[in-house]
């Protein structure tokens, strides 16, 4: 069973700074890209910042040369530095896997597993 344990999230001041961490657990074979959403009270969930098997990253306008993605392949984990925080980024950030898990005799593939859930709120 794979899981995605995210920690890291709290109550800051408007330009303070916080770092999430997920870390992927369970029989995992592979990861193909790791990704931080977060969702709002009242509003959808949307990407944040997403990283594939190769590095190449992708992040919302909104959160662009504020936070920053990156991951240990070694450790299975993604982080996610937040810094010049705003009261807009408040919201529950949910960790994503596209990932493939099994054994050698058996294998399938996750596009899409998600954590429990971290909630940031973040004060002005």
């Known amino acids: 069973q794979v899981q995605l344990l995210e920690s890291g999230g709290g109550l800051v001041q408007a330009g303070g700074s916080l770092r999430l961490s997920c870390a992927a657990s369970?029989?995992?074979?592979?990861?193909?890209?790791l990704g931080w959403y977060r969702q709002a009270p009242g509003k959808q969930r949307e990407l944040v910042a997403r990283?594939?098997?190769?590095?190449?990253?992708n992040y919302a306008d909104s959160v662009k040369g504020r936070f920053t993605i990156s991951r240990d392949n070694a450790k299975n984990t993604v982080y996610l530095q937040m810094n010049s925080l705003k009261p807009e980024d408040t919201a529950v950030y949910y960790c994503?896997?596209?990932?493939?898990?099994?054994?050698?005799?058996?294998?399938?593939?996750?596009?899409?597993?998600w954590g429990q859930g971290t909630q940031v709120t973040v004060s002005s």
């Open positions: 994503n896997a596209d990932l493939t898990w099994g054994s050698t005799w058996a294998k399938g593939r996750d596009y899409d597993r």
């Open positions: 369970g029989n995992i074979i592979s990861i193909n890209a």
């Open positions: 990283i594939s098997s190769d590095s190449r990253i």
